[in-house]
């Protein structure tokens, strides 16, 4: 089989756009291109160092890993050369003309073309080797895998318009040349001293040594590293500036932005390892996609042995990025065996506790980087007590929610505020924190069910996010506090900033006839009909049983394809309103069926609620407002 010849591919749909939209919205930014291939060369190092445990003539004749940077200003190039692994043909032509990552082209697709709206998106994204373009119409690619035979090199080279060119070529170096050849206005690059501050600035944490030379000069040049050559995490901390951490960041996330926050430690004693684990300030377009990349890069002793390595957190926080390098692991661990390795699991609970109080850390000190890691993150984190038990009073402290304390869509108020200031409150002498849950902040904000609260001054937390009532069940309890909804069971509330502003108890025999007349009425609508002190503007609420699943429950169950039992509320009353006064005098039947169920309905509209049948809703309303 030959597979010499010269073929001409087109790159993938999605990867036109990217280059098109890279070239366009990163051009003030374009000096990253020399980042990018020198992490690529880094990474290509690490993956031969690692296929070498196994397979140590793969690094034979050259074991000396480096990357070297050449630059010729006469002919206009730069050069990104490494003596990693290389890539095959095939290789070649899915890693270089291919994304592969899954949801990339959805993802694409969204870009707008906006300029610097794009630039944050394809900085969250990662460029990688496309970025060479932003600086090159021409790009040339030479490799060979280790292992491989000389004449299996490979040479791809492309202008970025659409297509790339892949043919084969004898090869002696193991790994692989990336030469771009500058555009006109980018020359500048072709420039030593501009080459070695950009390596300074962005590869210092590279552990390998980044050397340049002079394509004019070859040979004779000193080999002498332009960077530090140290992995950063190795370093003690109070050497490593805080742009070198930001630095680090970009290079094991490909996201451009700064982290919020990073947490750096060094165990010394029954287990040895370093974690440099950080918090992204944004959430990654896969956050919510199952096959979406999570967990940490995986270094045994130095050794870079895999990205991605998720057995080290829980799914709850696969948000945090980093590395961790353990002294005690195998350097033959693959993903199968930390599955199931006690160092592994015990590595895990710590470096949990770690990120959870590093985001307690930074709730305290920053308010601000804590909101914005909310926003991006909150859900994420609230899926923490159901999947991780022990910690759930930790990462329950860590929860934000709107409340009626202050009113606010954005949940900004922690259980811990809540308690702070609670005033009584409670119920039959039990301590309980309220919360009402709707489907939006809006529908939870006007809700009937607060009546009685924000009059006695009782405050309520607003829970509009779709997994709140599982949350909560999961947390169960807060620092001695039950949670209570609003909307369940009878109410028998105690204290409050006001308790004198309760509204009157309705005497429940002197509306007896009422109540029996309009559960008549309803039917199998409602399980029962109760006079009620909840509300003082309402006419009417519906309230579900103590022990009923809640309506957001209903849906996340029916979302999944349960089945789950027909809901039958409780309708409470407030017999003080006008049109149950009204209701109680009125002698059509017609006419007090029409009320009735227009009370049921607009009950169910005032929590947000969606009508069984609004067309019938219509005609009554017409019928009474006519008549
Ligand atoms: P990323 O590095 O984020 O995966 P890139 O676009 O930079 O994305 O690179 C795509 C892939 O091409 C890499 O994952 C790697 O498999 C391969 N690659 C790029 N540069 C090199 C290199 N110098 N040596 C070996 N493989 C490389």
């Not at 994204?125 to 021409?138: M, Q, T």
């Not at 491989?148 to 790339?164: K, M, N, T």
């Not at 204290?495 to 007349?517: F, M, S, V, Y």
């Not at 089945?563 to 039947?589: C, F, G, M």
Request: aromatic letters at 8%; glycine letters at 8%; hydrophobic letters at 40%.
């Amino acid at each position: 089989m030959s597979v010499a010849a010269r073929e001409t591919h087109g790159f993938q749909a999605e990867v036109q756009k990217l280059l098109h939209l890279m070239i366009h919205s990163l051009y003030s930014n374009r000096e990253i291109f020399l980042r990018e291939l020198i992490s690529n060369a880094s990474d290509a190092a690490d993956r031969l160092r690692f296929e070498a445990l196994a397979n140590p003539a793969l690094l034979e004749p050259d074991s000396d890993l480096k990357v070297r940077v050449e630059y010729d200003a006469a002919a206009k190039t730069v050069s990104v050369v490494d003596n990693g692994i290389g890539m095959t043909r095939e290789e070649v032509i899915r890693q270089l003309g291919t994304i592969a990552r899954s949801g990339t082209g959805e993802f694409i697709s969204q870009l707008s073309g906006e300029q610097k709206k794009d630039a944050n998106l394809i900085g969250q994204f990662g460029v990688g080797f496309y970025s060479a373009f932003i600086v090159a119409d021409r790009v040339v690619v030479e490799t060979r895998r280790a292992g491989a035979a000389a004449s299996d090199g490979v040479h791809w080279e492309s202008d970025g318009q659409g297509e790339y060119s892949v043919e084969n070529l004898e090869r002696t170096e193991r790994g692989t040349r990336v030469t771009l050849h500058l555009r006109e206005d980018a020359v500048e690059y072709a420039d030593e001293f501009r080459l070695r501050t950009l390596i300074r600035k962005y590869s210092d944490h590279i552990a390998f040594p980044v050397v340049m030379t002079s394509t004019a000069e070859e040979g004779e040049a000193k080999e002498e590293a332009a960077n530090e050559a140290k992995a950063l995490w190795t370093r003690p901390r109070t050497e490593i500036t805080d742009a070198e951490y930001q630095e680090f960041y970009r290079h094991v996330s490909h996201d451009f932005q700064e982290p919020l926050t990073w947490s750096h430690n060094k165990v010394e004693g029954k287990r040895e390892y370093v974690s440099l684990l950080y918090v992204p300030a944004r959430a990654p377009w896969d956050l919510w996609n199952r096959t979406g990349s999570r967990g940490l890069k995986l270094y045994v002793k130095r050794v870079f042995i895999m990205d991605d390595a998720e057995q080290f957190l829980p799914l709850y926080l696969r948000f945090v990025r980093g590395v961790v390098d353990s002294g005690d692991l195998s350097l033959n661990v693959s993903r199968e065996l930390l599955q199931q390795d006690a160092v592994v699991e015990s590595m895990k609970s710590a470096l949990t506790k770690r990120v959870l109080d590093t985001l307690d850390r930074l709730a305290k000190d920053d308010p601000v980087k804590y909101a914005t890691f909310w926003k991006e993150f909150g859900r994420v984190l609230k899926e923490g007590p159901a999947e991780d038990h022990a910690n759930r009073e930790k990462v329950a402290a860590l929860l934000r929610f709107s409340s009626t304390h202050n009113d606010s869509a954005t949940p900004d108020q922690s259980l811990a505020d809540y308690i702070g200031r609670r005033k009584g409150g409670d119920e039959g002498g039990k301590k309980v924190i309220w919360y009402l849950t709707a489907d939006s902040f809006n529908a939870a904000r006007s809700s009937p069910h607060l009546e009685v609260f924000r009059k006695r001054g009782i405050e309520v937390l607003l829970l509009t996010d779709t997994i709140d009532e599982w949350l909560i069940g999961h947390l169960g309890e807060f620092d001695g506090h039950e949670f209570r909804d609003v909307k369940r069971g009878e109410l028998e509330l105690d204290g409050g900033d006001q308790p004198e502003a309760a509204n009157p108890k309705p005497d429940a025999g002197e509306h007896q006839a009422l109540l029996d007349r309009l559960k008549q009425t309803l039917g199998a609508q409602v399980q029962d009909v109760r006079a009620t002190d909840r509300l003082s503007e309402s006419a009417a609420c519906l309230v579900i049983g103590e022990h009923e699943m809640g309506a957001q429950m209903r849906k996340l169950m029916q979302a999944t394809g349960q089945t789950v039992p027909e809901a039958q509320p409780i309708l409470e009353v407030n017999p003080a309103h006008p049109l149950l006064k009204r209701l109680a005098t009125e002698t059509d039947e017609a006419r007090f069926t029409d009320l009735a169920l227009l009370i049921v309905d607009q009950a169910h509209l005032a929590e947000g609620g969606q009508l069984e049948d609004p067309g019938a809703f219509v005609q009554r309303l017409s019928r009474i407002l006519l008549g």
